[in-house]
């Protein structure tokens, strides 16, 4: 099943619409919003708006492949809520820009990384959403680069995050100095790595776009990539974010061929890699003074989590190659506004980064909880909460 997202929403009995959102370095997003549920339209209730941001060489399709008893986007949908879903820049939806080429590799419209999806893009959707809504606030729900963005944009832009009552971070990525599978091990030659390596990788990976070589793709398969299934070992998300066969739904699997990965840029794949060489949560290092001033007016940034003032709950696996449990440490250690009671551990040993997305049990594992904690933080402002606790 091919059909793009709003037309996969459809087809299932559900509103769609599609919407964009420009930013301030002419990138042009698309929104998807699932406006009300597959019965609740008519019911005269209040519907408090959630954004949902996917994760690295994902869409908004993502939330949307599985039945509507197991999609996240139709859950929140059938429990009331006004659901939009975003796309990062570079994605299948979001392929367009005021004047960049997206099909001209070295013509600047892939020289980015999520540094700009915390800079421009988080808050231009989100302030999209609030401007067509009416609203002046939103709940926030993100997985993997969706996190990570999310975090790194209170450096940029903190008044965005004020206005989020609960961000709900599935698989949260900031420290990658324990990073396993191939970005984990493509780290490895980053640090102090030669010029030309590089560019050879970059050649392989692809010079803008992320369009691996086959001779990349049957690297990494054959050093990551143990399953008896053909179709998991060609997907380079599968091999990269690492898969567990038990969790996965065989049904699902070829709709979800058909929808990842969906476009990213090699950069922004690299600045996961760069983190886990030289350890912290910065801005991509662009490898030189002049090219780190075009992107961040001045040096690599660095990114405080105890800027994140958001109130956040958690949920995170054990065996999670772009999030381990060192590194999940890490970030709760750094974030000063985890709610109490938010910090979810999930409970199955083997729950890996894509599990969150697609795993059979991900509605009884990990949406059930978040569906409580926006339930809380709808009957209180979490927002408050730190205060009163006199952080």
Known sequence: NNL??????RSVGYPAETHYATTADGYILALHRIPHGKTNGDD??????????????????????????????????????????????GNTYSRNHTFLDPDNQRDGFWDFTWDEMAHYDTPAMIEKVLEL??????????????????????HYRPDIGEKVRLANFLAPV?????????????????DG?????LEDLLNMMGVGEFLPSNLFMDCIASLFCHSGSSALCSNVLFIIAGFDEAQMNETLLDTIMHHTPAGASTHS???????KATGGFHGYDWGSDKLNFQHHNGPVPD??????????????????????????????????????????????????HLDFLWGIDADKLVYSYLMDNLNTCREQDCRTLREKSGH
């Open 133 to 154: 809504t009416g609203e002046t606030e939103l709940f926030y729900a993100g997985h993997s680069m969706g996190t990570t963005a999310f975090m790194a944009m209170h």
């Open 174 to 190: 900031a420290s990658e100095s324990d990073m396993g599978g191939p970005i984990g091990w493509l780290a490895g030659f980053m």
């Open 44 to 89: 005269d209730i209040e519907r408090p708006v959630i954004f949902v941001q996917h994760g690295i060489l994902a869409s908004s399709a993502d939330w949307v492949v599985s039945t509507p008893a197991k999609g996240l986007g139709y859950i929140l949908a059938d429990a009331g809520y006004d659901v939009w879903l975003g796309n990062y820049r």
């Open 269 to 275: 794949l690299l600045q996961y890699g760069q983190l």
């Open 303 to 352: 990114y405080d989590l105890g800027a994140v003032k958001t109130p956040v709950a958690l949920y995170w696996g054990d065996n999670d190659w772009f999030a381990m449990p060192a590194d999940i440490l890490q970030t709760i250690i750094g974030l000063p506004n985890i709610v109490p009671g938010m910090n979810h551990e999930v409970d199955y040993e083997k729950w890996t």
């Open 4 to 9: 793009p997202t709003p037309e996969l929403i």
């Open 193 to 197: 790595i030669l010029d030309w390596v």
